[in-house]
C-alpha cells in the first residue's frame, strides 16, 4: 500500500492527464451519439412540460381570483337591481291606489304591508306606518276594493292591523240594496269568506247584494265595501249568510289608514248603554 503511494506522488500527473483525455474522449463520442441528442430533447420537453405545468397553475390561481372579484361584483349588481325593482313596484302600487276614483285618498295616510301572520283564526298585519304617521289606535285600515281592518296597536314607526279575517274582528255592515243590517264576523278557515249574523229571516235579502260598513259602525264610516252575499240560507230567526270579501288578502301589498272616526258623544252613549244593561 505505501509503494502504491509513492508511485501514486510520483506520477499523479500523468493520472491526472490520462482521465482528462479519457473524459474527453467520452464526451466527443457522446456528441456524435443519438444518447446525447435523446438526453438533450428530454431535458428540452421536461422544461417546457414544467414551464407549462406552471403557467397553468398560475392561470388557474388568477382565475378563481378574476371569479371570486366577479361574483361580488354580480352580487352587488343583483342587490341594486333588487332595490330598484322593489322600489318600482312599491311607486306602481301606490300611484294605483292614488289614481282609483273610487276613493278620495287625499286625507288618508298610505302604508306597506311589510308583514303577515298566517293563521286559520288569528291572521295579523303589519304596517309600516306608526304614530309618527300620525296613525292611531282604530283607525280604519282599507284599499280601494274595500275594507281590510283597524289599527289595534301603535309603535313609533309601525302599526299592527287586525284584518277582517280575524275572529276577533266584527263590524256593522248593511247591504246596498234591501238596506239588510247585520254583523260581519269571520269564523276561520278559507280567508276570503266572512259571515254575517242576525239579518232576519223577514229581509228582502237577496244573493249578489253588497255589504258595505253601515253608520252603526263604530270605527269605519259608512259606505266601505266589505264583500257580496254568495250564499243565504235560513235558519229559525235569522239568516245564515256567507260573504265573499272584496279585498284579496294573499296579494294585499299596501293600504290606507282613514282618520278616526269623530263620534264621540255616540261612544259616549255605547259605553252608557252597556254600561245600564249590566246594572241589576
Same mark, same amino acid.
Not at 275594507?147 to 314607526?157: C, K, P, T
Given at each position: ?13 500523468? $493520472? +491526472? ?15 456524435? &451519439?443519438?444518447? !446525447?441528442?435523446?438526453?438533450? !430533447? ?23 381570483? *378574476? ?10 349588481? #343583483? ?5 330598484? =325593482?322593489?322600489? $318600482? ?12 276614483? @273610487? ?18 283564526? *288569528? ?5 309600516? $306606518? ?9 283607525? @280604519? ?11 289595534? $296597536? ?6 299592527? %292591523?287586525?284584518? +277582517?279575517? !280575524? ?23 278559507? *280567508?276570503?269568506?266572512?259571515?254575517? *249574523? ?10 249578489? =247584494?253588497?255589504? %258595505? @260598513? ?14 257580496? %252575499? ?6 229559525? #230567526? ?9 279585498? &284579496?288578502?294573499?296579494? +294585499? @301589498? ?27
Amino acid at each position: 500500500m505505501q509503494k502504491f503511494s509513492t508511485l501514486f506522488r510520483r506520477y499523479n500527473t500523468w $493520472a +491526472l492527464f490520462v482521465v482528462y483525455c479519457s473524459t474527453s474522449l467520452l464526451f466527443m463520442k457522446l456528441q456524435q &451519439d443519438n444518447t !446525447h441528442i435523446r438526453m438533450l !430533447h428530454g431535458a428540452i420537453e421536461f422544461t417546457a412540460f414544467m414551464a407549462e405545468k406552471l403557467t397553468s397553475y398560475s392561470y388557474l390561481f388568477n382565475m378563481k381570483k *378574476e371569479n371570486d372579484r366577479m361574483m361580488r361584483v354580480n352580487a352587488d349588481l #343583483l342587490s341594486r337591481v333588487l332595490i330598484l =325593482e322593489s322600489a $318600482a313596484v312599491d311607486k306602481r302600487n301606490r300611484q294605483k291606489i292614488l289614481a282609483d276614483t @273610487t276613493i278620495n285618498a287625499s286625507g288618508f295616510i298610505i302604508a306597506k304591508v311589510v308583514d303577515r301572520k298566517f293563521s286559520d283564526r *288569528e291572521n295579523m298585519l303589519l304596517i309600516n $306606518a306608526g304614530w309618527r304617521n300620525g296613525i292611531k289606535k282604530d283607525m @280604519t285600515v282599507l284599499t280601494p276594493a274595500g275594507l281590510v281592518g283597524r289599527v289595534s $296597536a301603535v309603535s313609533e314607526h309601525y302599526s299592527k %292591523v287586525m284584518p +277582517l279575517i !280575524h275572529t276577533d274582528f266584527k263590524v256593522c255592515v248593511v247591504s246596498d240594496k234591501s238596506n239588510s243590517m247585520g254583523v260581519l264576523s269571520w269564523s276561520g278557515g278559507r *280567508e276570503f269568506i266572512a259571515q254575517v *249574523e242576525h239579518i232576519p229571516i223577514s229581509s228582502s235579502l237577496k244573493l249578489n =247584494e253588497e255589504m %258595505v @260598513t253601515s253608520e252603526i259602525s263604530t270605527f269605519a264610516v259608512s259606505g266601505i265595501p266589505v264583500g257580496r %252575499v254568495v250564499r243565504i240560507k235560513p235558519d229559525k #230567526l235569522f239568516y245564515t249568510v256567507d260573504v265573499r270579501l272584496a279585498v &284579496d288578502f294573499s296579494s +294585499l @301589498t299596501h293600504v290606507l289608514i282613514a282618520p278616526l272616526k269623530p263620534e264621540p258623544e255616540k261612544l259616549e252613549m255605547d259605553s252608557d248603554n252597556a254600561a245600564n244593561e249590566q246594572l241589576p
